[in-house]
């Protein structure tokens, strides 16, 4: 019962490597910025979170950048694996109440 | 772990009935919100709530209405289903409404209107 991905922009690696996921946002005023990755079937599943007083952020095994310059967010997953294939989503959160905006998702293709 | 749970993953009704998509999360957040995810269209919001008894419009509120009659539950219902609100959709929460607390997804629930 899978509907999301159509249309999507797609990134194949093999398994091993690095994958950087790109993301533009668009409010200048976004103080906070969410990558969710959401695998077939289910819902969107927190991944790493940024600032807006911060460029770069590392998690396990994923790093995010942030370019307030030129708005642009990237998500970066060291020794790509299997599981790692899914649908990645960059959100910001330029207006009040918390509410988040979502680009439209990079679908990841992990090759064995 | 926050844990939004979505009691009903998969339903179908008919086009005129009215539907409830219930949703619950148990770490005491005030914030809850359901999102619509459609193929082209992304995740958008349809209605958010940052306390009991109080909603907030979000972008496509058309056809939909909720209820927060307690903290922790939050309810989608769409009074009258039409084939084009068959979608997946999500629930999610956040601990206040403050920009900065992460917002934490249920697994989704697709429904069809036939």
């Known amino acids: 019962g899978e509907n999301v991905g159509l249309h999507l922009p797609t990134l194949s690696v093999q398994e091993g490597d690095n994958s950087i996921i790109n993301c533009a946002y668009s409010?200048?005023?976004?103080?906070?910025f969410i990558w969710y990755k959401q695998e077939s079937g289910k819902g969107p599943q927190f991944i790493i979170d940024?600032?807006?007083?911060?460029d770069k952020r590392q998690g396990q095994r994923v790093t995010v950048l942030l370019n307030k310059t030129v708005k642009h967010l990237s998500l970066q997953i060291a020794a790509t694996q299997p599981g790692d294939s899914a649908v990645y989503f960059c959100?910001?959160?330029?207006?009040?109440?918390?509410?988040?905006?979502f680009g439209g998702g990079t679908r990841v293709l992990v090759k064995p | 772990d926050v844990k939004v749970t979505q009691s009903s993953r998969y339903l179908v009704k008919r086009t005129g009935e009215k539907v409830f998509l219930e949703c619950v999360q148990d770490?005491?957040?005030?914030?809850m919100f359901w999102y619509r995810q459609d193929p082209g269209l992304g995740l958008r919001l349809i209605y958010f709530?940052?306390?009991?008894?109080?909603?907030e419009k979000g972008d496509i509120p058309e056809g939909y209405s909720v209820s927060r009659e307690k903290k922790e539950r939050f309810s989608l219902i769409l009074e009258s289903a039409s084939t084009n609100q068959t979608s997946m959709y999500l629930c999610?929460?956040?601990?206040?409404?403050?920009?900065?607390?992460?917002?934490?997804f249920g697994e989704g629930s697709w429904l069809t209107v036939v």
């Open positions: 999610a929460s956040s601990l206040t409404r403050r920009s900065g607390n992460t917002i934490y």
């Open positions: 409010n200048s005023a976004s103080d906070y």
């Open positions: 940024i600032r807006s007083n911060m």
């Open positions: 959100a910001e959160n330029g207006a009040a109440g918390n509410k988040l905006t």
């Open positions: 770490m005491d957040h005030e914030n």
């Open positions: 709530s940052y306390d009991v008894k109080m909603k």
